[in-house]
């Protein structure tokens, strides 16, 4: 079982004061010297909490630099709502003013892997100009067929070459051969399904809720209830179907280690509602976890 | 022989923290337990108000909790002995009141508590104003002595106590104590005009006489601002408390503030008040309780800087039990009642006459709240029967109609005065009222005056509804100056003026009457609803808030607020739509009361409010009118007058059944 100290726990609540990653020599200097964490101590046990994925690490050369999960969460909602608004090229979401500009370079490049993992963006080739894109929304093969056919087109049309000469029949015959064409010519392989995800359990599992729960509040250490809703969001990738994270949150609860809390007026949630809470078949409908302290 | 033993989990409610816990299990929500105990020596300890944010499902115990808090305080104390570590004062603020009336509500709550008498027959007010006294070196030794002296001293001499008038300078500004209120204080401490002095207390109307008995100022502008007004006197009698005797609040209820659909701005204000009251007191502990699966909304609703206040100490999750626990649980609620404690011991199974699996079974449909698991235990132990144990019978079932039904007629029967007052009646329970009926009058979103209690629109037309419930006098006239400009500034507003009908204008106060007809020549409706509709409107209000908070329950089950909705939109009774007619313009065309007409009514109102019982000739004689008039009036007054011969010779004071049951 997870469990925290109390000074790890103050370890955390320090590392939250900062609203970028901070580098260990500061944040060691930052901290009270008469706190409840020795000076020395503050490395061995941000290594135990690393091992725990409660904080996160960029080691370059001689520079450590520290932050934690929920910091990283917060850039990449700025990140997503940035492409909300359109896509952009890779390079412009690591410069210095983009959201993800205050991440080592290190710690760039594992948010944007997770976030595809998680697909909550997709990088792909981009439509017109070269280069890849990243955005929001999952890339449209009609988009790029588009371009082709309107590019054979403009050749074909000078050399004055019938389309049944080039062994295309019907128009369905020449997107499909454009199709193949465009998938062959591809450096990013693009799948429509996604990929099987084998769901955790057991250990994995637990570790995996608790650390969601404290990279959600870092109060839930020591008790404080967190949102399901919020918790199935932020594991998605680990339990993308809704029975995966009820079954996981379900089976933890058994142990009585966590507490799951009720929705008291089921009768006035609507169904999207009421999916978005974990629910256990007998007409309960959670909306909060907590760790028993 | 057998032994009859009452079922020990029968009436597992707990609602009121003042109630005594039944049985404490100290192992069940111990943790929290421990860090409201840590917040009340903070506020001991350094001068900085705090809040706890308590929650759970509806029956994880908040209420219970609270209650063992106030309890372990008190021992606390008893062990200490004189001299030693004091009871904390507590104050239980349950919010079934409108946002509009926060601070009313706190005046209301803080008042009533402060003046409940503890095991000595001391007031809450008496130990933290001997308190004060003492801790200004003001009284030496036995101050309960010395009390007993001064209140045998003032029976002889009305004078003041040099000793509190000294406590009020050296208080200074800081306390903001005005000199009403010292004078209101210190007579409640020497046991004078108590009556009167809580009157004023809880801002009741109070009359000119009862004013000078009291010897304080009338403060004729006192509706202007009648919300500040009452935080300046929660924040005075706040300030007396301090290092050795702090203030613990307990609020419950929260959800109730939001019957209506506004739930933010409901929300909101109440965040303001907490963040107000940490500002302005030193050593006072803020408790906050509501349901976890408000809690995300209540969060969003406040905003940030007052859920940080209403959090600061600590944020408490009242989690549902494990089975360690529920057995703890259950074998103390058994070993609470002593003919049972003393048949089980001799039995092996600490749960007898219950057994483990029966008890764990209820593990099958998800980890229970205590009240679920007293509920199912009541159900166990009821079927238990054998040779040497009977349990008395459980009362019959109820469907939850019937038991809506009673719940209602309970509330109803329970009179609107004191901290209830009809303006907050109104106030809170109009709009859900409006929404249960469908109707398409809404709040709204206009800011308002403080003078006016809704402000209601449908289409183009707009209605402020105002209670003008204050004294005759010069109160009273400039409430009706201030609505005149109102009305001034926006003329496309209609105004309803509302007045309790017990208290009928009487025709002694002319200036109030003369001010009041102008409204009514400006087309102000003037209303006296029928006392009987306040009433079931409070029930209702008073109902909605007891489910949407959890605290309403049938065996194991919390009503849902939406079904209590539901029943109440088919039982809706004539008294309510009769009240919403009176107070909103139908499209259908009313009777008009003419104002001759509503002066006459109002006259016979008074004269038998004086005289009881008093012949048709003697009163059209006094009002010099014609005997047919006084009759008609009478007949349309059916509610308070009641007519008796054939033809009508006498008229009568009607009283309700309500009101008997309270006299």
Sequence with gaps: MLSLSEEAAFLLRALGQFNAPVAASRFEKSLPKLGPVKRSEVRPLLDRLLKQDLVRIDRQSNKVTYWLPALEEKLAEQLIALLQQGPLAPSGVEGKNSPLGSLPPGGRKSLLNRLKKERRIFEFPAVKGTGNRLSVIPPEIQDYLQGMIEGLFAKLRPLSVAFEEAGVHTKEDFYLQAHQMWLNSLPVKISTMPEPVEVPSGEVAERLILAGMTQLDSAAINGALVSLTKLRNLLRAHFPGKVDFDGAILTFAEQERIALHRHVHVSTLSQAEKDDLVTDGRDNYFIGIALRV | MSVVIRNPFRGSVMSDPWEAPQANVSIV??????????????????????????????????????????????????ADGPGGLQEAIFISVRLHTSPRMLWRHLRS?????????????????????????????????????????????????????????????????????????????????????????????????????????????????????????????????????????PIIYCFDQIEALALDSNNEDSLRAFGRMISTLQASTNHTLLISSIQSSFLTGFEAAVGTADYDRIREQSVLTLNPLIRNEAEQLVIERMNAVPELRELKSAQANPLWPLSREKVESIYSLSSPTPRQLIAHCANLFEAYLNDSLVVIPPPPKVTIEEFLSAALEERRLEPVDGERKVEEVLAHGLLPLLQIMGSEWKQS?????????????????????????????????????????????????????????????????????????????????????????????DALRRLLSDASSGDLNLQSETIQPQTVNQWLAKQLSPELRDLIEALLPTDSSGTTVSSDQQSLRESITELLQHHYLISIIDIAARLDRSESEIIESAYRLTERVGVLGDPPAVLFHLVSDEQLIHS
């Excluded at chain 2, 929290?32 to 105990?37: G, H, I, K, P, Y």
């Excluded at chain 2, 108000?49 to 308590?54: A, Q, R």
């Design chain 2, 445 to 537: 979103q206009q800011q308002v005056s403080g003078d006016i209690l809704a402000l209601l629109e449908k289409g183009q037309r707009r209605v402020a509804i105002i209670c003008c419930d204050n004294r005759p006098g010069p109160g009273l006239v400039n409430k009706f100056k201030r609505i005149e400009q109102l009305e001034r500034s926006d003329a496309s507003t209609e105004f309803a003026l509302v007045r309790d009908p017990r208290q009928p204008l009487s025709p002694m106060a002319r200036r109030s009457r003369e001010r009041r007809q102008q409204l009514i020549d400006k087309g102000m409706k003037w209303i006296e609803p029928n006392y009987e509709g306040i009433a079931t409107l």
């Design chain 2, 109 to 245: 709550c803080l008042v009533n508590d402060l003046l409940r008498p503890g095991s000595n027959g001391e007031t809450q007010l008496d130990r933290i104003l001997l308190h004060s006294l003492s801790s200004h070196g003001l009284v030496d030794g036995n101050g309960q002595a010395w009390l007993a002296d001064k209140r045998q001293q003032a029976r002889h001499d009305p004078g003041s106590v040099r000793e509190l008038d000294d406590l009020f300078f050296q208080l200074g500004p800081r306390a903001s104590i005005s000199f009403n209120l010292q004078i209101i204080l210190t007579h409640l401490l020497l046991d004078r005009h108590r009556g009167s002095a809580i009157a004023w207390l809880r801002a009741e109307n109070l009359s000119d006489q009862a004013l000078q008995r009291l010897g304080v100022t009338a403060d004729y502008d006192e509706d202007d601002e009648p919300e500040e007004k009452a935080r300046q006197t929660v924040i005075a009698l706040s300030s007396l408390s301090g290092p050795t005797l």
């Design chain 2, 29 to 78: 929500h111990q943790t929290a337990f421990e860090s409201c105990c840590k917040a009340v020596e903070a506020v001991r300890l350094r001068p900085h108000s705090t809040g706890v944010l308590i929650h759970g499902e509806a029956g994880s115990g908040k209420t219970h909790l609270l209650a063992r808090l106030r309890a372990h305080n008190a021992r606390e104390a008893e």
